[in-house]
């Protein structure tokens, strides 16, 4: 079992719906998770970051985090065509030593 | 704040040569550095996570003496790939973690290396 686990997709949406992204942790004493967006050639840049169980909303993202189901998502609101990039889902381990990335998911937005 | 630059953002050189690329934390003194590697359409690896003052710790399946690592400051940590052979050719990404974080890692732009 991968530490952490990602769709690698591609998802597609259209243009306006919610996008949700999935990621699934093995470390039960994870704290921390992230998520990335990485465009085409480019590096990662942070998008968000959660600690707590439940959700964090910033802007058109929203993060939720269920450490009893080792599960952690994040929903793009109003989907654009420039969201369109690999989404990465990141866990930092017990005792926060080490980041664990996962492959990320691939989304596409239609116009 | 929290930026992260790299230097080349890619460079070319001959079979052999060795290169050595630059990250810096540009606005904060970073805790730890860490070197990654991605392949086209392929994920990111880790190499390796250097802390100013002491050695580098490389991931299984790295080669230290061909991946050097130097991290002189607080704001500076260096990857040279010694005898460049064209199977090294690929992304290399540096990120930077800050003080009083929770880990998030801040990336530089990356430096796109071809061997020929």
């Known amino acids: 079992q991968k530490e952490v686990e990602q769709n690698s997709g591609p998802l597609s949406v259209p243009e306006g719906a919610i996008a949700s992204l999935n990621c699934t942790y093995s470390?039960?004493?994870?704290?921390?998770f992230f998520w990335y967006r990485q465009y085409s050639g480019k590096s990662p840049e942070l998008i968000m970051f959660i600690y707590s169980n439940g959700d964090k909303e910033d802007g058109r993202f929203t993060a939720q985090l269920n450490k009893a189901s080792q599960y952690v998502s994040l929903l793009i609101r109003d989907s654009q065509p420039s969201d369109s990039a690999t989404y990465l889902c990141a866990v930092t381990s017990t005792g926060g030593f080490k980041t664990i990335f996962g492959a990320g998911t691939r989304l596409f937005v239609k116009a | 704040g929290a930026v992260v630059s790299q230097h080349p953002s890619w460079v070319i050189c001959k079979s052999g040569t060795s290169v050595k690329i630059e990250c810096r934390s540009l606005d904060f003194q970073a805790t730890t550095m860490f070197w990654y590697r991605q392949f086209p359409k392929q994920s990111l690896m880790l190499m390796a996570t250097s802390n100013e003052g002491s050695k580098a710790t490389y991931e299984q399946g790295v080669e230290k003496d061909k991946f050097l690592i130097n991290h002189a400051s607080l704001t500076l940590s260096t990857l040279t790939v010694t005898s460049a052979h064209p199977e090294d050719s690929s992304f290399y990404i540096c990120s930077a973690t800050r003080p009083g974080g929770r880990n998030e890692q801040f990336f530089g732009p990356g430096t796109r290396l071809t061997v020929l």
């Open positions: 470390d039960r004493g994870s704290q921390s």
